[in-house]
């Protein structure tokens, strides 16, 4: 090959190297751990929320979302939602600029620049022709078509119509969709217009925003109505990582005092309802390895059992001389059995007592025991009774109560590892006086703990089981009464 030839093959593959980065740009992303768990709900639930601080990637991951259903192109990594189908979607915003400039512009590319059409999500391929302009807003598009295919083979065309909330209910009514995406929070009668237009088709539907609004009808409508059709999956700042350390310090600093957990952290303003005040700087520490924690810290497991929600369990270590409790370790299993709960659990601390609420008492339909007796089956070491006060109560208050004075007090301090315990703790809230009972499983196992933090005793943490002096446990009692 003479030279010339050579130079023309190296400029040729990066012409084609460039192109197909600059037109099949969704095969070059990679989602962050937030956005995949946003993804994979879609496989289970039918409506979905993603609430996130402001660039983060929400709405880039509804993009991304949205290219996969219309194109049928999902990667091996897809566990969520698939059309094996064209589909007949909507993507909506605010108004049609904010629209223009957000769905359209990560799914088609740039606006008005003809050079960068299909530099977008969307691969300039699939796009069957120019899509048809909206009125009103220059450079915006009213619907897109695109080529979808079923495992690798075309089989018609998708069609995605962009809207606004401010066209008002009545643009929202008719027609029936396979999904849709609400890029920024829509009011409630537009919310529910979105959701009957998949009513009959067994479709789906999700929403991407930072929640400025507060306590809106969408927000309770997720964080306050239980139902197994709903989801939400919150992205803070800290789960990202194309911001440095620094950077994340600077941008939280620059937001208003009273939008910072909004804008950062995407939770949304609690009000009156909200029922921990201590900022997460204040109860955070850094992760102690287990072998640096001292032997005289007593520890205790504490779980709550999951029975219709996650089985969740933590793992504290209480400093008596100073009278700090450490949760050092979080465990949250959805759909999985004792024997799993166990193993999850033994090679952290299979020496540490195990507190557990009042409703392991109740008999498992199978075997008729008590179902805390299960766990001891599989190795734990389960207290002898329900954890109580050491007055023998019972009360949720006491337990809110004195973990809201460890909190402000700087004697509860948690790992800053454990992301599903703080984000648990964010969305924790009352609605006319009681608690909202979603999503809290691993706060409700702490609540155990502080209740029994008695009972816990000073052994090493880890997979061993220590020798009993006896070999044996006394008779009647399922742990270690000498508590080495």
Same mark, same amino acid.
């Given at each position: 090959?003479?030279?010339?030839?050579?130079?023309?093959?190296?400029?040729?593959?990066?012409?084609?190297?460039?192109?197909?980065?600059?037109?099949?740009?969704?095969?070059?992303?990679?989602?962050?751990?937030?956005?995949?768990?946003?993804?994979?709900?879609?496989?289970?639930? &039918?409506?979905?929320?993603?609430?996130?601080?402001?660039?983060?990637?929400?709405?880039?991951?509804?993009?991304?979302?949205?290219?996969?259903?219309?194109?049928? *192109?999902?990667?091996?990594?897809?566990?969520?939602? /698939?059309?094996?189908?064209?589909?007949?979607?909507?993507?909506?915003?605010?108004?049609?600029? %904010?629209?223009?400039?957000?769905?359209?512009?990560?799914?088609?590319?740039?606006?008005?620049?003809? +050079?960068?059409?299909?530099?977008?999500?969307?691969?300039?391929? &699939?796009?069957?022709?120019?899509?048809?302009?909206?009125?009103?807003?220059?450079?915006?598009?009213?619907?897109?078509?695109?080529?979808?295919?079923?495992?690798?083979?075309?089989?018609?065309?998708?069609?995605?119509?962009?809207?606004?909330?401010?066209?008002?209910?009545?643009?929202?009514?008719?027609?029936?969709?396979?999904?849709?995406?609400?890029?920024?929070?829509? *009011?409630?009668?537009?919310?529910?217009?979105?959701?009957?237009?998949?009513?009959?088709?067994?479709?789906?539907?999700?929403?991407?925003?930072?929640?400025?609004?507060?306590?809106?009808?969408?927000?309770?409508?997720?964080?306050?109505?239980?139902?197994?059709?709903?989801?939400?999956?919150?992205?803070?700042?800290?789960?990202?990582?194309?911001?440095?350390?620094?950077?994340?310090?600077?941008?939280?600093?620059?937001?208003?005092?009273?939008? /910072?957990?909004?804008?950062?952290?995407?939770?949304?303003?609690?009000?009156?309802?909200?029922?921990?005040?201590?900022?997460?700087?204040?109860?955070? +520490?850094?992760?102690?390895?287990?072998?640096?924690?001292?032997?005289?810290?007593?520890?205790?497991?504490?779980?709550?059992?999951?029975?219709?929600?996650?089985?969740?369990?933590?793992?504290?270590?209480?400093?008596?001389?100073?009278?700090?409790?450490?949760?050092?370790?979080?465990?949250?299993?959805? *759909?999985?059995?004792?024997?799993?709960?166990?193993?999850?659990?033994? @090679?952290?601390?299979?020496?540490?007592?195990?507190?557990?609420?009042?409703?392991?008492?109740?008999?498992?339909?199978?075997?008729?025991? @008590?179902?805390?007796?299960?766990?001891?089956?599989?190795?734990?070491?389960?207290?002898?009774?329900?954890?109580?006060?050491?007055?023998?109560?019972?009360?949720?208050?006491?337990?809110?109560? +004195?973990?809201?004075? /460890?909190?402000?007090?700087?004697?509860?301090?948690?790992?800053?590892?454990?992301?599903?315990?703080?984000?648990? /703790?964010?969305?924790?809230? &009352?609605?006319?006086?009681?608690?909202?009972?979603?999503?809290?499983?691993?706060?409700?196992?702490?609540?155990?703990?502080?209740?029994?933090?008695?009972?816990?005793?000073?052994?090493? %943490?880890?997979?061993?089981?220590?020798?009993?002096?006896?070999?044996?446990?006394?008779?009647?009692?399922?742990? *270690?009464?000498?508590?080495?």
């Amino acid at each position: 090959m003479t030279n010339p030839d050579r130079l023309q093959q190296i400029h040729d593959t990066l012409q084609a190297a460039y192109r197909r980065k600059k037109f099949q740009a969704i095969n070059f992303y990679k989602p962050y751990d937030k956005q995949t768990e946003f993804f994979k709900n879609g496989a289970t639930h &039918r409506e979905r929320l993603f609430m996130a601080g402001n660039q983060l990637g929400k709405t880039m991951a509804g993009a991304v979302e949205a290219s996969y259903h219309l194109t049928g *192109d999902y990667p091996d990594w897809w566990e969520g939602r /698939r059309f094996s189908k064209p589909t007949t979607a909507w993507a909506a915003g605010e108004t049609g600029l %904010l629209v223009r400039d957000g769905p359209q512009k990560l799914l088609c590319g740039k606006p008005g620049v003809l +050079e960068e059409f299909g530099t977008g999500f969307i691969p300039l391929d &699939r796009f069957v022709e120019k899509p048809s302009l909206a009125r009103g807003v220059t450079d915006a598009y009213d619907t897109i078509q695109v080529k979808h295919r079923t495992n690798g083979v075309e089989d018609g065309i998708s069609t995605l119509t962009f809207k606004s909330y401010e066209s008002g209910r009545e643009k929202f009514q008719s027609t029936t969709l396979d999904w849709w995406w609400a890029d920024e929070e829509p *009011d409630e009668d537009i919310y529910s217009e979105l959701m009957a237009r998949i009513t009959a088709t067994g479709g789906m539907g999700y929403v991407t925003f930072t929640p400025l609004k507060g306590r809106s009808a969408v927000v309770l409508r997720y964080l306050d109505e239980p139902s197994i059709d709903r989801i939400v999956t919150v992205m803070t700042i800290d789960d990202v990582g194309h911001i440095s350390a620094d950077e994340k310090v600077k941008i939280i600093a620059g937001y208003k005092a009273h939008e /910072r957990e909004a804008r950062a952290m995407g939770i949304p303003i609690m009000g009156s309802g909200k029922i921990f005040f201590a900022t997460e700087e204040s109860i955070r +520490e850094a992760r102690i390895p287990f072998d640096e924690i001292p032997r005289y810290w007593t520890k205790l497991w504490s779980i709550d059992f999951g029975i219709g929600h996650p089985f969740a369990a933590v793992l504290m270590a209480w400093d008596k001389d100073n009278d700090v409790l450490h949760l050092l370790h979080a465990i949250r299993i959805a *759909d999985a059995m004792p024997i799993n709960h166990a193993a999850a659990m033994r @090679p952290i601390g299979a020496n540490v007592r195990v507190a557990w609420p009042q409703d392991g008492t109740a008999r498992e339909k199978t075997s008729g025991k @008590p179902l805390a007796d299960a766990y001891a089956n599989h190795g734990l070491m389960m207290l002898p009774q329900h954890a109580t006060w050491p007055d023998g109560g019972l009360s949720t208050e006491a337990g809110i109560l +004195e973990q809201q004075e /460890r909190e402000e007090s700087g004697r509860l301090k948690i790992a800053s590892h454990l992301s599903d315990w703080f984000e648990e /703790r964010r969305f924790y809230h &009352r609605k006319d006086g009681q608690i909202v009972k979603i999503k809290d499983d691993l706060l409700s196992a702490t609540r155990v703990g502080i209740m029994m933090k008695r009972a816990g005793t000073a052994v090493i %943490l880890g997979s061993h089981v220590a020798r009993r002096r006896s070999g044996q446990l006394a008779e009647g009692v399922d742990f *270690d009464v000498f508590g080495d």
